[in-house]
């Protein structure tokens, strides 16, 4: 995500938010390099069934690309499905303008 402030703005408006990539629900993209003898092992289920494992094979090349210009002030948000999938932009938003506010 990329915040931007405008002259005399108290509130940064989103220049730029990443869609999330996912394979489905609570499964995202996640770059790993699994041993061979991990990915044919099996678990058991709650039912004490013996299931195959999957796992994803995602690489770098499967990412989507953006671009955008930015300038000095910008503000640039780093963050995991463990931040997007907490706070809503418009909460990350009021954390920004709590700080910058000050």
Known sequence: MVLRFNEGMKSPKILLKTEEQQHNFNAPFQLANIPENLRSSRASNNKNQEVKKKFWKDKASDAVLYQTS???????INGSDGLFDNL????IINIIEVFFNE
């Open 88 to 91: 809503y932009p418009k909460e």
């Open 70 to 76: 930015i300038r000095e002030g910008d503000i640039i």
